[in-house]
C-alpha cells in the first residue's frame, strides 16, 4: 500500500472513524442495560479458558484482556466493537485500493459496507462474534489480496493472522479461506501466489494462533458444536426432500436479505449503467466469483448431506461481504463514469450514518410512548441497587446469563453464576448470603422459584429451596407506571 493510496483514503477513514465514536457515544446514552451477546461478554470475563461453549473464544479472550486493563463496563463493550468494526472498515478501504484504479470507486465501496443491514445494524444493536468474524475476514482480505498482486513475507503473514483470528471466531470462517484457496489455484495467473513458499508462514502462523483451542476442541467437540446444528438442522421432523427444500430456500432467502438493500442502492446510484457492469469482467471480479461460488457449494454441502434446514443471514458475513467491492469491481471494468455516481452515493451514506444510531436509541427510548419493551428497557442495575439495600451479597446465582452478565456489570468484585452455564464452577460453599435472581417475564405462569434453581442448589449446596419474593421495578423510558417483574430469594441471609 503506497502512501499515495493512503492519503487518497484518509478522509473516508477520518468520516468513519467519527462515525463509529457516534455510535460509541450512542450506545452509553441509550441504556445502562445489556443485550445478549454483550452480557454474555461479561458474565464470561470471569474466567479464562481456551473454549466456552459453541462459540470459539476469540472475542471472549479480546474483551477478557480489555477488561483486565479497564474494568468491567459499558464503555469497555463498546469500544472494543466500533474499534474491530472500524480497522475491519479500513482494512476494507486497504484493499479496495489494491484493486481499483478510480478512487471514487474505492471510497464508494468502502462506504458500501454500510449499506448491508446485517453488518450496519445488526452488529451494532448485539452481535459479537459476528464483528470478530468480519474483522477477521477483512484480514485475510487484505493479505489474500496483497499476497497475490504484491506478494511479499509481510502479506503471507497478514492472511495467516486473518484465518488464525477467524477460525477462532465462528467455524463457519473456515469456508472463506478454502474458497480463497479454490478459486485462486483455477486461475494460472495466480498458482504460483499458493505454491510459494511463503505459504508456509501462513498455516504455521494460523496453527499458532488456533492451537490453545485446537487441543479444547478436540475433547469438547460434541459440547462446541451441538447448539449450532441444533440450529440449523431444526425441521420440525420434515422428510428430506423438505428439508433441502427448506435449506435452499433459507439460503436464497438470507442472501436477498443480506445484499438485496445493496444492489438496489447501487442500482439507484448508478441507474442503467449497473446492467452494464454485470456483463463486465475482470481477473478480480473473476477471483471473487469463484471464491463466492465455492462459498454457496459449501453452504449447499451443508444443506443437502449435513441436514441444515435454515441459514441465516449472519452466517453469510465470511463471504458476502465482499460484495460492494464486487460490484465496484464490475463497474470499473465496464468503464461507467463514476463521478456523477458518487455525488448520488454521498446523501445515502449521509440518512445511513443518521438514521442507524437514530434508529438503535429510538427503538429503546420509544418505549414510553409505544409501551413496547426491549431488552435494553429492563432496570437491571436499579434492581440490584435496590436488592443490596437488603444486603450485600457475596455471591449471586442467576436464572440465565443475559441476566448474569447486567448483574456482574454492577457487582464485577463478587462471583456470578449462571443456572443455564455449568462450566463455571467457582467455589461459593462459605459466601454467604448467597443472591439467587431470576426474570419475572409478563404473563409468566409462575413467580415461583424455577425448579432449575431449586435443583441446583441442592446438587450443588445441599441447600433447600428459600422463600421466593419478587420485586417490581420501573422500567427504562417506561410508559405509565409499567415495571418489570424480577423474583429473587436469599440463602442465609443475616
Request: charged residues 15%; hydrophobic residues 55%.
Given at each position: 500500500?503506497?502512501?499515495?493510496?493512503?492519503?487518497?483514503?484518509?478522509?473516508?477513514?477520518?468520516?468513519?472513524?467519527?462515525?463509529?465514536?457516534?455510535?460509541?457515544?450512542?450506545?452509553?446514552?441509550?441504556?445502562?442495560?445489556?443485550?445478549?451477546?454483550?452480557?454474555?461478554?461479561?458474565?464470561?470475563?470471569?474466567?479464562?479458558?481456551?473454549?466456552?461453549?459453541?462459540?470459539?473464544?476469540?472475542?471472549?479472550?479480546?474483551?477478557?484482556?480489555?477488561?483486565?486493563?479497564?474494568?468491567?463496563?459499558?464503555?469497555?463493550?463498546?469500544?472494543?466493537?466500533?474499534?474491530?468494526?472500524?480497522?475491519?472498515?479500513?482494512?476494507?478501504?486497504?484493499?479496495?485500493?489494491?484493486?481499483?484504479?478510480?478512487?471514487?470507486?474505492?471510497?464508494?465501496?468502502?462506504?458500501?459496507?454500510?449499506?448491508?443491514?446485517?453488518?450496519?445494524?445488526?452488529?451494532?444493536?448485539?452481535?459479537?462474534?459476528?464483528?470478530?468474524?468480519?474483522?477477521?475476514?477483512?484480514?485475510?482480505?487484505?493479505?489474500?489480496?496483497?499476497?497475490?498482486?504484491?506478494?511479499?513475507?509481510?502479506?503471507?503473514?497478514?492472511?495467516?493472522?486473518?484465518?488464525?483470528?477467524?477460525?477462532?471466531?465462528?467455524?463457519?470462517?473456515?469456508?472463506?479461506?478454502?474458497?480463497?484457496?479454490?478459486?485462486?489455484?483455477?486461475?494460472?495467473?495466480?498458482?504460483?501466489?499458493?505454491?510459494?513458499?511463503?505459504?508456509?508462514?501462513t498455516a504455521v502462523v494460523a496453527l499458532i494462533i488456533t492451537l490453545p483451542h485446537l487441543f479444547w476442541l478436540k475433547d469438547n467437540l460434541d459440547f462446541a458444536t451441538a447448539r449450532t446444528l441444533e440450529k440449523m438442522t431444526a425441521s420440525d421432523n420434515a422428510s428430506y426432500p423438505m428439508?433441502?427444500?427448506?435449506?435452499?430456500?433459507?439460503?436464497?432467502?438470507?442472501?436477498?436479505?443480506?445484499?438485496?438493500?445493496?444492489?438496489?442502492?447501487?442500482?439507484?446510484?448508478?441507474?442503467?449503467?449497473?446492467r452494464l457492469a454485470f456483463v463486465a469482467r475482470s481477473e478480480w471480479t473473476r477471483l471473487l466469483e469463484r471464491m463466492m461460488l465455492v462459498f454457496g457449494i459449501g453452504i449447499l454441502l451443508l444443506i443437502v448431506f449435513g441436514g441444515a434446514a435454515g441459514i441465516k443471514d449472519r452466517w453469510l458475513v465470511p463471504m458476502l461481504f465482499i460484495v460492494p467491492l464486487y460490484l465496484c469491481l464490475k463497474i470499473e471494468a465496464a468503464g461507467i463514469e463514476t463521478g456523477k455516481a458518487f455525488r448520488r452515493f454521498m446523501p445515502v451514506v449521509a440518512v445511513i450514518m443518521i438514521g442507524v444510531p437514530a434508529a438503535l436509541y429510538g427503538s429503546v427510548a420509544s418505549a414510553r410512548f409505544s409501551g413496547h419493551y426491549e431488552r435494553l428497557n429492563r432496570p437491571y442495575a436499579e434492581m440490584l441497587a435496590t436488592l443490596r439495600k437488603q444486603a450485600e451479597p457475596a455471591a449471586i446465582l442467576a436464572g440465565d446469563s443475559l441476566l448474569a452478565g447486567n448483574l456482574r456489570q454492577d457487582i464485577p468484585d463478587v462471583p456470578v453464576l449462571s443456572v443455564d452455564y455449568p462450566g463455571f464452577k467457582p467455589d461459593i460453599s462459605g459466601r454467604r448470603p448467597l443472591l439467587l435472581v431470576w426474570l419475572v417475564p409478563p404473563k409468566a405462569g409462575s413467580e415461583a422459584l424455577p425448579p432449575a434453581?431449586?435443583?441446583?442448589?441442592?446438587?450443588?449446596?445441599?441447600?433447600?429451596?428459600?422463600?421466593?419474593?419478587?420485586?417490581?421495578?420501573?422500567?427504562?423510558?417506561?410508559?405509565?407506571?409499567?415495571?418489570?417483574?424480577f423474583g429473587y430469594a436469599w440463602v442465609d441471609q443475616q
Open positions: 500500500m503506497t502512501e499515495t493510496s493512503l492519503r487518497d483514503m484518509r478522509w473516508i477513514f477520518l468520516l468513519l472513524a467519527a462515525y463509529f465514536v457516534l455510535q460509541v457515544g450512542v450506545r452509553l446514552a441509550t441504556s445502562h442495560s445489556l443485550d445478549l451477546d454483550e452480557a454474555e461478554q461479561v458474565f464470561r470475563s470471569q474466567w479464562l479458558a481456551a473454549g466456552y461453549g459453541p462459540q470459539p473464544p476469540f472475542y471472549n479472550w479480546l474483551q477478557y484482556t480489555v477488561f483486565q486493563f479497564t474494568g468491567v463496563s459499558l464503555a469497555a463493550l463498546s469500544v472494543v466493537k466500533n474499534l474491530l468494526l472500524f480497522i475491519s472498515y479500513l482494512l476494507y478501504g486497504l484493499t479496495a485500493r489494491l484493486v481499483l484504479r478510480d478512487k471514487a470507486l474505492a471510497a464508494i465501496a468502502t462506504l458500501g459496507l454500510l449499506t448491508i443491514p446485517q453488518m450496519v445494524f445488526e452488529m451494532q444493536r448485539d452481535l459479537t462474534h459476528t464483528v470478530a468474524v468480519f474483522f477477521s475476514a477483512s484480514i485475510f482480505l487484505y493479505g489474500f489480496v496483497r499476497s497475490l498482486k504484491q506478494p511479499s513475507l509481510a502479506s503471507y503473514l497478514i492472511t495467516g493472522i486473518g484465518i488464525g483470528f477467524g477460525l477462532l471466531a465462528k467455524y463457519n470462517f473456515s469456508i472463506l479461506p478454502a474458497a480463497a484457496l479454490i478459486a485462486a489455484l483455477a486461475d494460472a495467473r495466480w498458482r504460483a501466489r499458493i505454491f510459494d513458499r511463503r505459504l508456509a508462514v428439508q433441502v427444500a427448506m435449506g435452499v430456500s433459507s439460503l436464497l432467502l438470507a442472501i436477498v436479505s443480506f445484499a438485496g438493500l445493496t444492489v438496489a442502492v447501487f442500482a439507484a446510484v448508478f441507474g442503467r449503467n449497473l434453581m431449586a435443583q441446583w442448589l441442592q446438587t450443588n449446596l445441599g441447600v433447600t429451596a428459600p422463600e421466593a419474593l419478587v420485586l417490581d421495578v420501573p422500567y427504562l423510558y417506561r410508559r405509565g407506571n409499567d415495571s418489570y417483574r
